[in-house]
């Protein structure tokens, strides 16, 4: 039981109440205050200082300070007047029971209260944060977005006046050709006017000569007409003969009609350009040519540009669907780039354009058949992916490389046999 405080002093106002409590040696910070408009509790063990105050008071503004082991409370009154007795009298302790609990009620209302407000205000506050936060990266948007189109301008006037050197570049060229032509008509001029100077100085010297003889002076225009006009050219026929091709397969295995098979595709191939697609209009004639593409692809492959490389290849495949090659290459930037799918689809279309199966399209058919193969092997799917490398095996049976990847493929599927 807690020993009950009885010296304490109180003092009183019209609108406060002052009471002092000694502390009794009592640790500060061990001292528990509670005070509500009706209760007044100080619990600091093993004392406690318990009071029913006489009327209401004003417990948000009320004060306690703590200081030279004593409490001393200022307490101001709801109501303007002089109390009788700091405690309310004639009190049981069922009353004082339910006068505790309804304070520590009020005591519990009034912290969620605050609580609440204190989680109100933290969400406003985080509200206000949010949206400074929107409105900075916003004008950072901004930002960045003036410096693009800037850089944009800038790029376009650089460009223009790029064009424009070059259009003054051309300009000058054709003047410059122009002029050199003007000068080689002029010296052609010149040339004419003196072989016609030299045959009028010779037709004079000719009448100068007439007195000796009718017949001399015919033989002599004879020969200068002779002289003056060109015989015509000589009429014959130039014989070219073409280097026959030769097959590089025995007579016995002879795969002539195959070959030419491929020769002839391969001439389609390349006569089967599509030029009508409008996205091409402003593209230059280089750019409309298929192995200039498959060359820029393959350079850009080279500088690990996977992805500039494949658009090279698609617009190569649209203007000719037929070349092998460019599916094959757009395979590799597809591996490179882990879109397994569409290099397995690549390098199927190209095994279907490497028909028939002869010595000149063998290197190719080998690399599609190994890019399908890795493809199916990143995907786990490693039987169809052995199957590969075995059609690449039949292609080219001395590479060691093709090998050791075709034995390891085989150590993986018995392991995984055994596995399961």
């Not at 004060?63 to 009154?77: E, P, R, S, W």
């Not at 424009?164 to 052609?188: D, L, N, P, T, V």
Request: aromatic content about 6%; hydrophobic content about 35%; charged content about 35%.
């Amino acid at each position: 039981m807690p020993l009950q405080v009885s010296d304490y002093n109180w003092q009183q106002t019209k609108t406060a109440v002052f009471i002092s409590v000694p502390l009794r040696g009592v640790c500060v910070r061990d001292a528990d205050v509670f005070c509500t408009e009706n209760y007044l509790k100080v619990n600091f063990s093993p004392f406690l200082f318990e009071v029913f105050l006489y009327a209401p008071i004003d417990d948000e503004n009320s004060k306690a300070k703590i200081g030279n082991d004593t409490i001393v409370f200022t307490l101001y009154k709801k109501e303007v007047a002089m109390w009788e007795t700091l405690s309310v009298s004639g009190v049981d302790k069922e009353m004082m029971q339910r006068i505790r609990e309804k304070s520590i009620l009020q005591a519990q209302e009034r912290a969620k209260e605050a609580a609440e407000a204190k989680a109100a205000a933290r969400r406003e506050d985080q509200k206000y944060a949010l949206n400074v936060m929107m409105k900075i990266e916003e004008e950072e948007r901004k930002k960045i977005e003036d410096m693009k189109e800037n850089e944009r301008l800038k790029a376009t006037k650089e460009l223009e006046a790029w064009k424009e050197c070059q259009r003054k570049a051309e300009e000058q060229k054709r003047i410059q050709s122009e002029e050199k032509f003007c000068e080689q008509g002029k010296q052609i001029e010149e040339e004419r006017n003196k072989l016609k100077h030299k045959s009028l100085t010779r037709i004079a010297a000719s009448r100068n000569l007439a007195t000796k003889g009718r017949n001399s002076e015919n033989i002599f225009l004879e020969k200068l007409k002779q002289d003056s006009i060109p015989a015509p050219r000589s009429v014959g026929n130039i014989k070219i003969n073409f280097t026959p091709r030769v097959f590089p397969t025995a007579l016995r295995e002879s795969q002539v009609a195959e070959e030419e098979e491929w020769l002839h595709k391969q001439a389609e191939a390349r006569r089967a350009l599509n030029t009508d697609i409008p996205e091409l209009s402003d593209l230059k004639e280089e750019e409309k040519n298929p192995e200039w593409l498959k060359d820029k692809g393959n350079k850009l492959f080279a500088k690990e540009n996977y992805l500039a490389a494949i658009n090279a290849y698609n617009l190569a495949i649209r203007l000719n669907n037929k070349i092998p090659l460019l599916y094959l290459n757009r395979a590799a930037c597809h591996l490179k780039l882990k879109n397994l799918h569409k290099a397995i689809e690549d390098s199927s279309k190209a095994l279907e354009l490497l028909t028939p199966p002869v010595a000149d399209n063998a290197n190719g058919r080998m690399k599609a058949y190994i890019r399908r193969g890795t493809a199916f092997c990143q995907l786990e799917l490693y039987i169809e992916g052995l199957q590969d490398y075995e059609a690449a095996l039949k292609i080219d049976p001395s590479n060691k490389i093709v090998q050791n990847d075709a034995e390891k493929i085989r150590k993986i599927i018995q392991g995984t046999e055994l596995k399961s």
